[in-house]
């Protein structure tokens, strides 16, 4: 192998120890499938925290193409890079910013054309000054009622408050009325009832405008979740929006890691820091280029696992910030060696899993992914 060519340019997809494959086409598929599922209803999608942490430069444009044409962000920063990548695209679709009209960010939404989520009454107020402030027109927006989940949007004491006071909404744009279940992931969950009712009695109380209760997990609650706008964010890159059940989703992420080294290992040794596994008989043992400064985290040592040439490979020892080591005695000596990559999440060891085992969910392993991996966009 001629690995070094004088005066050649390095290939940094060679010389990564981490590779990130995300399959845009499986993206583009998820996206079709959950909107089939909702329809009549319309279906957003969620891209906060750069799209799962898969990255809203290259996420947005093919979730527009699929014919996604409400987009959530998460915070004020993140809504307008994507509402400028829309622009940029020419793409005529709305953003909503989930944090909403926090202090200080009245200027991005007058300015920018994105659109804040109101999450409470001083921010209807507000938005509804701005909107008189403005001859009057309407600013669009929507409104977050909580139903159970006690984090953002009106209580109900805030929204007698608001019914109380028609001139507020009439002063506004009200596109979207949302609110957000805390249990969708459990289907048996009476919260879900619970919630689906506080919400349906709101908006029986509130101008018309579209109705959205539902995640990714709520899609799958039934139809009756689905009211106008779905919001599914996780689905969309792959995760199972049915735990317990078969996945219903696409696989969208791929990680590998390079094995850097194999070792062979006869008489009894431990592994890594803190000498925390030990191989008793004669093994081998291959350390990889992926530790958890790669969000390939620490509580996944002694538990996770690798695959390759359709072996389970144990992650033996501590991961360390830059290497991982897995046991790799199950295949035959030489089939594994430098330079060969193994899968750490994927077909066979699925983000569920990952997660899981370290004792997450899928949801952080994605946007923990690391900045070091060589990411690979496969087309949609
Ligand atoms: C994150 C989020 C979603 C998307 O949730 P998933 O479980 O990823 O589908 C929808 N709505 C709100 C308010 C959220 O914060």
Redesign the pocket.
């Known amino acids: 192998m001629a690995d070094h060519v004088p005066g050649s340019k390095v290939d940094v997809s060679s010389i990564a120890c981490g590779r990130l494959t995300i399959n845009l086409s499986a993206l583009a598929e998820n996206y079709r499938l959950l909107a089939a599922k909702v329809a009549p209803a319309a279906c957003a999608a969620?891209v906060?925290a750069d799209a799962y942490g898969l990255g809203i430069e290259k996420v947005v444009p093919v979730l527009v193409q699929a014919g996604a044409r409400l987009f959530?962000a998460?915070l004020p920063e993140e809504g307008r890079k994507v509402r400028r990548l829309l622009d940029a695209m020419g793409a005529s679709a709305d953003v909503y910013v989930?944090a909403g009209l926090v202090p200080g960010t009245a200027a991005l939404y007058l300015d920018e054309g994105v659109i804040p989520v109101l999450n409470d009454l001083a921010q209807v107020e507000n938005w509804a000054r701005l909107s008189t402030e403005r001859n009057g027109t309407p600013l669009p927006c929507a409104l977050h009622i909580d139903s159970g989940m006690n984090r953002l949007g009106l209580d109900s004491e805030e929204l007698e408050r608001l019914l109380s006071q028609p001139q507020l909404l009439a002063a506004l744009d009200l596109r979207v009325i949302m609110s957000?279940l805390c249990s969708a992931d459990e289907p048996d969950n009476s919260l879900n009832d619970e919630q689906h009712t506080l919400f349906s009695r709101a908006l029986s109380r509130l101008p018309k405008s579209a109705a959205s209760l539902a995640?990714?997990?709520g899609i799958f609650l039934g139809q009756r979740f689905h009211f106008d706008l779905a919001?599914?964010?996780?689905?969309l890159y792959g995760c199972n929006p049915t735990p317990g059940k078969p996945n219903p989703m696409h696989q969208v992420v791929t990680l590998e890691g390079k094995i850097l080294q194999v070792r062979g290992i006869d008489a009894p040794q431990s592994v890594g820091y803190g000498a925390t596994y030990r191989v008793t008989g004669p093994g081998r043992i291959a350390t990889v280029g992926v530790g958890y400064a790669d969000g390939y985290l620490r509580s996944l040592s002694n538990k996770g696992r690798a695959f390759a040439q359709g072996v389970a490979l144990p992650l033996v020892g501590r991961v360390s910030m830059d290497l991982t080591t897995f046991d790799i005695s199950a295949l035959a000596e030489g089939s594994l060696k430098p330079g060969d990559w193994v899968e750490l999440i994927g077909e066979n060891v699925t983000l569920d899993e990952v997660g899981h085992t370290a004792g997450t969910i899928g949801?952080e392993i994605l946007t923990d992914l690391g900045r070091r991996y060589h990411r690979v966009y496969e087309d949609a």
């Open positions: 969620v906060k959530f998460a989930l957000h995640n990714s997990s919001r599914p964010g996780i689905a949801y």
